[in-house]
C-alpha cells in the first residue's frame, strides 16, 4: 500500500485542505482504476485519526480498495450557517479532485463511503442524498438523530449550543430539511435506486437510542439496513473492529 498526505487547495472552502490517502500499489502500478472508500472522521478528530487508532490501511490492502480520508473539522458535513460550505466541499469538490489526482473510478459500483459519530452521520447523509453515487454506506456510531442530538445540545453548554447553532441553524430549521436523515430516509423510500446501508452501535454508547431509533424508523419506511448492535462504548476499539466488519460487507467487485 502506498500513504499519501495530500494538501490542495479548495475553491469552495477558500482554504487549503488536507486528505490522507491510501493506493493499493499493486493494483496502481498495473494501471487500474480503483474502487474508493471516503472514510469521514468524528467531531473531535481529523483526516489522520482512522490511521492512527486502527489498522484501515492493513485490512484495505487485500482488497485493491483505495480510501481517502479528509478533514472538514467539526463542520456536521454541513454548509454551515456562520462558516465554510463543508457539504459542497465533501459532497462535490474533493470526489472530483481526487478522481483527478488519483486513478478512482468513477462508477457507482466502486464508490463507498463509511464514518465514525459525526462522520458515520456525514456517510449516510452524502449516501441518501446521492443514491445514484453511492452503492454502499456505513455509519458507525452515528450521530443518526441530529435533531434530538441539537436537541440535548441545546439544553446544555452554553457555548455548543452556540457552536451546533452557528453550524446547522436553529432547530427549527434542521428537522424535516437536507440535514435531517429521518427526511433523508423520507426521500429515499420513494425511489427505486438504493444504497446498500450498514450500521453498528454500541449499547453502552450514548447515540445508542439515537441509533435504535433511526433504524426502527428506516425500517417502517421500507429502507433496508444491515443493523447490529453489541456491548460498548465510543471507543476506538470498538471501531476498528467494526471497520474490519465494513470492509468485509462492501460490495467490492473482484473480491476474492
Known sequence: MALLSWKFHSQILGISASANVI????????????????LLHGLSDDHTNWQRRTSIERYADPLGLAVVMPAVNRSFYANMVHGPRYWDFISEELPQ???????LSDKRADTFVAGLSMGGYGAFKMALSHPDRYAAAASLSGTVDVVQRMTNILRGDPNQRVEIEDTLGPLESVSGSANDLFHLVDRLSKRKRRPMLYQWCGTEDFLFEHNERFYKYAKKR???????KGPGGHTWDK???????????????GRA
Not at 499493486?26 to 471516503?38: I, M, N, R, S, T
Not at 479532485?97 to 486513478?103: G, I, K, Q, V
Not at 471501531?239 to 467487485?253: G, N, R
Request: glycine share 2%.
Open 23 to 38: 493506493l493499493p500499489q499493486a493494483a496502481v502500478e498495473k494501471g487500474k482504476k480503483l474502487p474508493v472508500l471516503y
Open 97 to 103: 479532485l481526487a478522481r483527478s489526482f488519483f486513478p
Open 222 to 228: 421500507d429502507v433496508r439496513v444491515a443493523y447490529s
Open 239 to 253: 471501531w476498528d473492529e467494526q471497520i474490519e466488519k465494513v470492509l468485509a460487507w462492501l460490495p467490492i467487485k
